[in-house]
């Protein structure tokens, strides 16, 4: 570091201290300033306030800013979990430059501007940091709404004793089918049952990708010894299914989960006998 860039860093560092409440309340007002959202005010003060200690301390510690970069990486969390943009976010920590200029500029000093140079580049580097944490913070959160949307997306239901069902709307693609298989096959192990009815009424097409996925989670189930059936195999599907060459096997499939659902009954001991006035017995079938 050369004897100029020496003397104006400590400059900037007798400048940051003298009037750290001016140049902090500047820094609060454009960090507020700068975002639509409603901002908790005492918060992001007490924050800012937080960063500045941690930038003074880091200019004594040889320039060690690995406790300031802890911080902005929570920062960038937290604004990242409230709905902040990434330029929100990264006027936090660039604001502290214009915060600053003024008290520089008032300074005069050759010192001072030469300082400024030399701190507008940290602070450049903390601020490509701060986006940086924001967008690996935004990612992990996007992962995460997904999984959650999958979960919930892909329920497993009991329709009666030993038979259960996965009712799928949408697309079916490898991760969900990875989903799918996971909760079936741990519901088959929670309830004991033989018979699973794997619902493709609300899946808008399916082609050789889907049939494959289909065909895996049924294996899967067989090899814990239950026994699937696919339904809602609606017109339209079935012909796509036959044009492109598709085989099941010897897998039952219905066109509808009632059909699915008589299927599972009968072959589960049980047989459905209509009564009058559309009422309905079930009888289980002796042996």
Request: aromatic share 4%; glycine share 8%.
């Amino acid at each position: 570091m050369s004897v100029h860039t020496d003397a104006g860093r400590r400059r900037i560092e007798e400048l940051l201290q003298e009037h750290e409440g001016r140049v902090l309340k500047r820094w609060l007002e454009i960090a507020v300033s700068s975002t639509s959202n409603q901002v908790d005010r005492g918060g992001l003060a007490d924050q800012l306030r937080e960063l500045y200690q941690s930038l003074r301390q880091s200019f004594g510690s040889s320039g060690d800013l690995s406790d300031l970069r802890g911080l902005l990486a929570e920062l960038s969390r937290d604004r990242a979990r409230q709905g902040f943009t990434p330029t929100e976010t990264a006027v936090v920590v660039f604001g502290l430059k214009e915060a600053l200029y003024e008290t520089v500029e008032e300074d005069g000093s050759p010192d001072a501007l030469r300082g400024f140079i030399w701190f507008s580049r940290v602070i450049d580097d903390l601020g490509l940091f701060t986006v940086e944490s924001y967008a690996t913070a935004r990612e992990k959160i996007i992962i995460d709404q997904a999984e959650q949307l999958l979960e919930l997306s892909t329920p497993v239901v009991k329709l009666w004793d030993g038979i259960v069902a996965v009712p799928l709307v949408g697309t079916l693609d490898s991760a969900r089918t990875q989903v799918v298989m996971e909760k079936l096959l741990q519901t088959l192990v929670d309830t004991g049952s033989e018979h699973a009815v794997i619902d493709i009424t609300g899946v808008p097409a399916v082609d050789t990708e889907v049939a494959q996925h289909l065909l895996k989670t049924v294996v899967a189930a067989r090899l814990m010894g239950a026994e699937c059936v696919i339904s809602g195999i609606r017109p339209q599907i079935a012909h796509t299914i036959v044009t492109l060459g598709i085989e099941f096997g010897d897998i039952v499939t219905k066109a509808t989960l009632a059909d699915a659902l008589a299927h599972t009954l009968r072959a589960s001991g049980v047989r459905v006998v209509k009564g009058g006035e559309s009422r309905i017995a079930v009888r289980t079938v002796e042996a």
